[in-house]
């Protein structure tokens, strides 16, 4: 089929907290293409259990959420981020209700209106979590979606994935994106583009994301000549169901929020080795404690478990987790869930500001792809759902002031598929995406050393050669753009974890323990563009 040429005012790739807020928040004036690999729900928003990080209890403080922030940063954030997200939480929270979202709130007898039910999760000082039972991540995005179907200047075009901007004397004037229906690369030209794909946890052989993030979203604005930073601090979610069939299943942190305790698999705890907060410690050192114990005991999995608590409890607050479970055969309300830590969160990103404006005109990034400076060295829970919404916000805003409407002024080229031929070798993408997952789970994953991460970049090395003479002789694919960008990331993931000589946060080599006085980003920079 004839590859088509589009005209938008703004693109958005990835169906998102962030990338539907921000097509929302644009006015109604604005033509906006809202391009998604799959489908509307697709994304890591959707299968987000815990909820989100607000300052609206009466008790609770800006200035209390932004120093629990910091210390779970481990002095990378930085502070005019977090203030001015957390600042923000208020109108969020309103701004969500307006659309529909139903958070669970309290009982009342007074005929006052209910308040909101909040929880704790690790590294909160307060419980200001709000959460829609254990699937608060399904409540926003479907209400999300709705809207979004509902908007006459919104056009949702499935089965799109992202190839490259589309540059022109510095500026992104749009975007090449595959249609995996018709196999043709079509031209989307735009006033704005906009990445808001998620982050790059399917660089691992375990991962919490049922969609898998394959960091295109921060590959293709590498390639385009922007920042990244801090790709070296991924955070891996302590508590994934262990079992053969249970495929990308997070347990929700609520659980340990709410009194579950981590054990061996003789039922011991163990936490109290590790950190006084026990089970309610940031995620990081959870991950690294459960990961030593393994490790220590050779064991394949650890235990969570939350029976001790009364069945009645369990299925009101987690009905999700306790159903998904009795799939496999596992009563919550009477025994503990075998777990394991799997790759969660891309802490780094693409370099922003506070308008989601990366180093290159007319291209924004935002959520999981961006690196604002609110996560630091590791994220606090349930801060990333807030984050995609107060930036998805502001960098509307500022598209709909500012954005320059450069359309007619030059004419993208087509796709060029003219030296390429179909693939008849596919196995090798399959085989590649197998090997890098492994190597990148072994030698870059919650424990690091020097000699393992020069062993990745050597593998990385290699499979990057291969698969650009790959993707230069066959035609895209899906498995190919994604296992491209993979690459792309994982590298920089390896580059920034070798530039890091400490440990902080998310990072941790055994070949240097400690913490340095000075906390620095890692930040790198492309080569200029040929």
Not at 372 to 394: D, P
Request: proline fraction near 4%; hydrophobic fraction near 40%.
């Amino acid at each position: 089929m004839t590859a088509r040429r589009y005209h938008y005012d703004a693109v958005v790739v990835g169906t998102g907290a962030a990338g539907m807020s921000l097509a929302l928040h644009l006015p109604k004036s604005f033509k906006i293409a809202l391009l998604t690999k799959t489908s509307l729900n697709q994304g890591s928003t959707y299968w987000a259990q815990g909820g989100m990080a607000a300052v609206i209890d009466a008790d609770d403080t800006v200035e209390s959420h932004v120093a629990d922030t910091l210390v779970a940063g481990a002095g990378l954030c930085d502070l005019d981020a977090v203030t001015f997200t957390v600042a923000r939480s208020g109108q969020v929270v309103e701004w969500l209700v307006s659309m529909g979202v139903n958070f669970d709130r309290l009982e009342s007898n007074t005929g006052e209106p209910k308040a909101f039910h909040l929880t704790r999760e690790g590294g909160h000082s307060h419980r200001r979590i709000l959460h829609a039972a254990d699937a608060t991540g399904k409540a926003i995005s479907r209400t999300l979606s709705a809207r979004v179907s509902e908007a006459e200047n919104i056009d949702v075009l499935t089965h799109r994935v992202a190839v490259d901007a589309i540059m022109h004397e510095g500026t992104c004037r749009g975007l090449y994106a595959l249609n995996t229906k018709t196999g043709s690369v079509d031209v989307f030209e735009a006033r704005a583009v906009v990445l808001a794909t998620g982050g790059a946890s399917k660089a691992y052989l375990y991962t919490s994301n049922p969609d898998g993030n394959s960091g295109d979203g921060i590959a293709i604005a590498w390639r385009a000549g922007c920042r990244v930073a801090n790709m070296e601090f991924n955070q891996f979610h302590p508590t994934c169901l262990y079992h053969p069939r249970a495929k990308s299943t997070l347990i929700t942190e609520a659980i340990r929020g709410e009194g579950g305790y981590l054990c061996l698999p003789n039922g011991e705890r163990f936490m109290h080795r590790f950190d006084s907060r026990l089970e309610l410690a940031p995620r990081d050192i959870v991950a690294r404690a459960i990961d030593h114990e393994m490790k220590r005991l050779g064991a394949d999995h650890l235990l969570l478990d939350i029976s001790h608590k009364p069945a009645d409890f369990i299925w009101g607050h987690f009905p999700n987790t306790a159903k998904r479970c009795l799939e496999f055969g596992i009563d919550i309300t009477k025994e503990p869930m075998p777990i394991v830590p799997a790759a969660h969160y891309t802490c780094g990103g693409v370099v922003v500001d506070q308008h989601g404006r990366t180093d290159i005109p007319g291209l924004f990034a935002i959520g999981e792809t961006s690196h604002t400076g609110l996560h630091g060295a590791n994220r606090m829970a349930s801060n990333s759902l807030l984050e995609c919404l107060v930036y998805g916000q502001s960098a509307a805003s500022y598209i709909a002031q500012e954005a320059p409407d450069l359309r007619g002024h030059f004419t993208p080229a087509a796709w060029d598929e003219s030296q390429v031929v179909d693939s008849d070798e596919d196995v090798v993408i399959s085989h590649n995406w197998d090997e890098l997952r492994r190597f990148m789970w072994d030698y870059v994953g919650i424990v690091r050393t020097d000699k393992r991460l020069e062993r990745a970049q050597h593998r990385c090395d290699l499979l990057s050669a291969e698969i650009n003479e790959y993707y230069a002789n066959y035609r895209v694919s899906t498995d190919l753009l994604e296992l491209r960008n993979l690459v792309v990331v994982s590298d920089l993931m390896i580059r920034c974890a070798r530039a890091r000589k400490e440990s902080r946060g998310l990072h941790f080599t055994l070949d240097y323990p400690d913490t340095l006085p000075d906390a620095h980003d890692t930040i790198l920079t492309p080569s200029p563009r040929a």
